[in-house]
């Protein structure tokens, strides 16, 4: 049985102090599927099946980070597009 993609992707940032005491940005991803479900803090690439489909997965990731601010959610994106969503 294949799983579903998810229809949208958003990315959350949050910030980190490393062992050294720099600070590191984290990213985490959400992923919404068509029935309206919502799974919280995915791997993207193996939810965007990035191992068969790297340019749409790829294209998802880097939209979902443009629109993340530096600290906090962004809005969601579609899958393959990376066009907003509202």
């Given amino acids: 049985m294949e ?3 998810p229809t949208a992707l ?3 940032a949050s910030s980190r102090t490393t ?3 720099r600070r590191k940005r984290v ?3 959400d992923a919404r599927f068509a029935d309206g479900h919502v ?3 995915v791997k993207a690439d193996d939810v965007l099946d990035g191992q068969h489909l ?3 997965a790829s294209a998802t990731r880097h939209a979902a980070e443009a629109v993340c601010p530096e600290v906090g959610t962004g ?3 579609e899958y393959a597009t990376g066009r ?3």
């Fill in 54 to 56: 790297p340019a749409d």
């Fill in 19 to 21: 062992l050294f005491g």
């Fill in 84 to 86: 907003l969503l509202d």
């Fill in 3 to 5: 799983t579903a993609r």
């Fill in 39 to 41: 799974e919280q803090n």
């Fill in 10 to 12: 958003r990315a959350t």
């Fill in 27 to 29: 990213i985490r991803y």
């Fill in 75 to 77: 809005p969601w994106v």
